[in-house]
């Protein structure tokens, strides 16, 4: 299975976007998506070296926030490009805190990571409203007693390049938001940290705890929660795989189109934004979809290959195989040894991020001994997994944050089955 297969629409958050206007900032790559997101996004000056440096912050609106939250700032922070792991890049996201004091020592961190918006700038989450499961879910936290900060991922409102499914970019975008957050709140946030996610977002979280102990040994992380999980590893030690059903079903070309779009920008090209040409690869059918999608995000791009009628048969004049080589060794982990406990949600309908491929990466962190608490919820979808989890998730959290064991229950864990019917 490579990272390509992953992509068998693993939809999580599509938003149809608007362009705002326009910054000061100068494309200097036509292909990354860059601009039309407003100034705040654009850091003139140095970037530091150190990552996890808070260059600036502003009130978030009542739109972007949520209904839970005392207050909610829009970030701007320094962390290091992901292919050399030494050249300063910027990167955006969201600080959500809880209403009321905050408790001695602050409140503690859930690090959370996104689902799939895009790959251009206008997808950035902090500069748009939370979908209606958001609200409701990040708010549940936040009335628990969590602070929450919440990435952009690189790429996604600054500038360059969205290396979009690339854990090491995801994860490092993670641990460098909760740095920042925690030298800018001195008092109102504690270093106590589970990263969480969903979707492309779940690979975020799981690779920020992976990452954790060699790029952030300051950041206590005490475990990690992800639900449709997205991530991939070859590393497998003899872990049980179940078959993985094929790449793209017949049943949703405009999606499948849209999603091999945002692979190509994001996964693919990412690896090499200088090499990697559009124009070496992308068809003449395909090219009004590229660029379209520099400025619109997933479920507008959907739509619009659907009126343009292009599959993804027809994406390329020329085959990919190399660079998808190239993708896969950069964006698989490497192993899965994650040192942190990790909780589980696998919706038994999801048609999404598929059962199989779920549970192949569980099964891989089990071959690894990872303590992983894995649930099945019968009838979720890959999107309602995520509210069904908090029936389990938070005695998870408020476990992990104290100190205590987590029963491991890699000992019972079984294949998902056959696909189940969504509940209504």
Known sequence: MTLRQLLAGVIAVAVAISPLAASSQTRSDRWAGDGGVTAFYTYDLKIPAQPGVMLRTEAASAEVSVPSAGSAYRILYSSLDWRDGKTPITVSGLIFFPKGAPPKGGWPILAWSHGTTGVADVCAPSLNPR??????????????????????YSGLGTPGAHPYLQYRSEGMAVLDSVRAAL??????????????????????????AYLAPTYARDLRIKGTVATGIVAHTTHLNGARQEPVPSLYTETDTAKNAGYEMLYFLGTVRSIDPDGIRPEDYISDAAW?????????????????????????????????????????????????????????GTGLADSDAQTAT??????????????????????????SAVLRSRADSPAFVEAVMHGRKIANRCGSLVPPGPLQAPDS
Not at 196 to 206: C, L
Not at 358 to 377: L, P, T
Request: aromatic residues 10%.
């Open 358 to 383: 779920q549970y192949n990466f569980v099964s891989a962190m089990c071959a690894a001994r990872d303590v992983v608490e894995w649930h099945y919820y019968p009838g979720a979808t890959h999107s």
């Open 183 to 208: 030298k800018a709140y001195p008092g109102k946030l504690q270093n106590k940290i589970v990263t969480i996610g969903q979707s492309q977002g779940s690979g975020a979280a799981i690779a920020a």
């Open 131 to 152: 979908s209606e499961r958001d609200r409701i879910y990040l708010s549940a936290w936040l009335d628990d007693g969590y602070a929450i900060v919440a990435t952009d």
């Open 288 to 344: 009004p979809l590229l660029e379209k999608a520099q400025s619109t995000c997933l479920s507008g791009l959907s739509t619009y290959a659907g009126q343009l009628g292009v599959t993804v048969d027809q994406l390329y004049k020329q085959p990919i195989d190399e660079l998808e080589k190239r993708a896969d060794q950069a964006g698989d982990f490497p192993d899965v040894k994650i040192r942190t406990p990790v909780f589980v």
